[in-house]
C-alpha cells in the first residue's frame, strides 16, 4: 500500500504569510496527487490536481510543487478564510486512492 | 452547478447494515464521465475512500471494506447509496458521498455530510 505523511501536523500562522506543507509518498506516485481544504463541520475542498494545476475557482495564492516524491503546497498571503486542515490525496494506486493524515493551520 | 446530498439514519446499532443514500442534481450518475464515490472520514481522522458506482450500475470498492461494502445507483433518480454490513463502533464517521474523476481520480464535488453513530 502507498503510504502518505504530511508535515507539520499543525503550524501556526499570521495573515499575510507564506505557508508551506510537504506531503511524501512512500513510493514513487508520478505526479498522481491532489490537495485539499476542509475547514469544521464541512466537506473537503479540491484545491490542487495533478500535483500543480489549480481547480477552477481557487485563488491563485494557492500552488503544488512535486520533488520526486515530496509534493508541496504553498499558500502565499495568508487570508483568514485559509486557516483550516489540508489533506493531500494519491491516486496512483487508483481506483484504491488514499489521503494524507491533514495539516491543520490555525491562527499564531 | 454540480450538488450532491446525503441523506439516511444518523443512528445504526452493532451488527446492524448502515444505509444511506446521495442525491445528485446538475450531473447524471449514468453518463460514464465521472466515478460517484463514497468516502469516510472517522472522528478526528482522515479520510477512507470506500468505494464507487459509474454508469450508474458498475462498482468498485476499497479490498479493505470489500466484504461488507454495496455501492448501488438508481439512474432513474439519479441516486445512488451505500451499505455497509455488520457495523461496529469503528464505523462511526461522517459519510461523504463526491464526484470523482475518471482519469485523474480526484474529487471535485463533495456532499455536506452525513454523520452516523453506531451505537446501541
Known amino acids: 500500500d502507498i503510504q502518505m505523511t504530511q508535515s507539520p501536523s499543525s503550524l501556526s500562522a499570521s495573515v499575510g504569510d507564506t505557508v508551506m506543507i510537504t506531503c511524501r509518498a512512500s513510493?514513487?506516485?508520478?505526479?498522481?496527487l491532489s490537495w485539499y481544504q476542509q475547514k469544521p463541520g464541512k466537506a473537503p475542498k479540491l484545491l490542487i490536481y495533478?500535483?500543480?494545476s489549480l481547480q477552477g475557482g481557487v485563488s491563485s495564492r494557492f500552488s503544488g510543487t512535486r520533488s520526486g516524491t515530496d509534493f508541496t503546497l504553498t499558500i502565499r498571503s495568508l487570508q483568514p478564510e485559509d486557516f483550516a486542515t489540508y489533506f493531500c490525496?494519491?491516486?496512483?494506486?487508483?481506483?484504491?486512492?488514499?489521503f494524507g493524515p491533514g495539516t491543520r493551520v490555525d491562527f499564531k | 452547478q454540480v450538488q450532491l446530498q446525503e441523506s439516511g439514519p444518523g443512528l445504526v446499532k452493532p451488527s446492524q447494515t448502515l444505509f444511506l443514500t446521495c442525491t445528485v442534481s446538475?450531473?447524471?450518475?449514468?453518463?460514464?464521465?465521472?466515478?460517484w464515490s463514497w468516502i469516510r472520514q472517522l472522528p478526528g481522522k482522515g479520510l477512507e475512500w470506500i468505494g464507487y458506482?459509474?454508469?450508474?450500475?458498475?462498482?468498485y470498492y476499497n479490498p479493505s471494506l470489500k466484504s461488507r461494502v454495496t455501492i448501488s445507483g438508481d439512474t432513474s433518480k439519479n441516486q445512488f447509496s451505500l451499505m455497509l454490513s455488520d457495523v461496529t463502533a469503528a464505523d462511526t464517521a461522517m459519510y461523504y458521498c463526491?464526484?470523482?474523476?475518471?482519469?485523474?481520480?480526484?474529487?471535485?464535488?463533495w456532499g455536506p455530510g452525513a454523520l452516523v453513530t453506531v451505537s446501541s
Open positions: 463526491a464526484r470523482e474523476s475518471w482519469n485523474l481520480f480526484y474529487f471535485d464535488f
Open positions: 446538475g450531473d447524471s450518475i449514468s453518463g460514464g464521465s465521472h466515478f
Open positions: 458506482v459509474y454508469y450508474g450500475t458498475s462498482t
Open positions: 513510493q514513487n506516485i508520478n505526479s498522481d
Open positions: 495533478a500535483a500543480s
Open positions: 490525496q494519491q491516486s496512483y494506486s487508483s481506483p484504491v486512492v488514499t
